[in-house]
């Protein structure tokens, strides 16, 4: 699903975390917002997931105004992996990932077959089938995140907005994760801290800095050294992996 900003302003005091976030986001492509700490990301992502209000402009999926549409139409349309489990921790991760469905359901339907297929196959695809039964408050950090992306995909969302989706995770699952989001078809809006992971899974990459859209583009467009040295006063070089080809970021501390 087609996603557009158009003139965000977002933020928490008289001054916005965000300002004038303007971007077009074809349907099926893989966004990395990228930017220091505090530069506006979360904010940004909350805009779409209707968990902050922007102040001025409009955030459209598809055609539709998210904040001028019903509720339960965003929940049904856009999976979320935030910064905290809805619902709290003590539901077990397969009850976690069962809240995930609920917005597919008439208000007093129960969960049927299917509904509990989409659910098994969203913890086998997270690798979680073997902690399904385990409260939320007894899992790992690396763990707790997979419970909570399968939950979006249980969703079968349009689009998914992921906070930070491979914090906690362990090398092997940071890229499970990220190819498996990739492989999905869906629109992907994901804050990611590892520029290196956003170079690699990415098809489109866009910088922030103190809440103002830097860069937007293709990875080997944005991830430039005025870029790296700019928004994270970083001395960086993109490059090419010697194994595989594939995009690689090398990082230094900045000079002079
Ligand atoms: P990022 O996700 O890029 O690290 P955020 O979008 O969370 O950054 O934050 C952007 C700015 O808004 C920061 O200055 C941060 O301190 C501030 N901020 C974030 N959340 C809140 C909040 N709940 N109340 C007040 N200020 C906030
Ligand atoms: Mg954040």
């Known amino acids: 699903m087609k996603l557009v900003f158009d003139g965000v302003a977002a933020g928490y005091t008289e001054l916005p975390a965000v300002h004038h976030a303007t971007l077009t986001i074809a349907q099926g492509e893989f966004v990395a917002v990228i930017g220091p700490n505090g530069s ?34 965003v ?34 339907d129960r969960l049927g077959a299917t509904d509990e297929a989409i659910v098994a196959q ?40 992921l906070d930070e989706p491979t914090n906690h995770l362990d090398p092997a699952h940071q890229m499970s994760t990220l190819s498996l989001v990739a492989s999905l078809g869906v ?25 103002t859209i830097a860069a937007a583009g293709p990875p080997a467009e944005v991830l430039t050294p005025a870029v790296f040295r700019d928004v994270f006063a970083v001395d960086g070089s993109l490059v090419s992996d010697p194994v595989d080809g594939r995009p690689r970021v090398l990082l230094r501390e900045l000079r002079g």
Do not use: M
């Open 122 to 161: 969203a913890l086998e695809r997270t690798g979680a089938t073997g902690i399904a039964d385990r409260p939320l408050s007894t899992l790992s950090g690396g763990e707790r995140q997979r419970v909570l992306l399968a939950r979006a995909l249980a969703q079968r969302p349009e689009l998914l907005v």
């Open 40 to 73: 506006g990301k979360s904010t940004l992502l909350k805009t779409v997931y209707r968990a902050l209000r922007p102040r001025a402009g409009t955030v459209l999926l598809g055609d539709e105004d998210v904040w001028a549409a019903r509720h339960r139409d």
């Open 187 to 211: 629109t992907v809006l994901a804050a990611l801290h590892t520029l290196d992971l956003a170079a690699r899974y990415a098809t489109t990459i866009v910088a922030i800095k103190a809440g």
């Open 75 to 108: 929940a049904r349309r856009v999976g979320v992996l935030g910064q905290d489990p809805p619902g709290g921790y003590d539901f077990t991760a397969r009850e976690a990932v069962r809240l995930g469905r609920y917005p597919h359901l008439g208000a007093f």
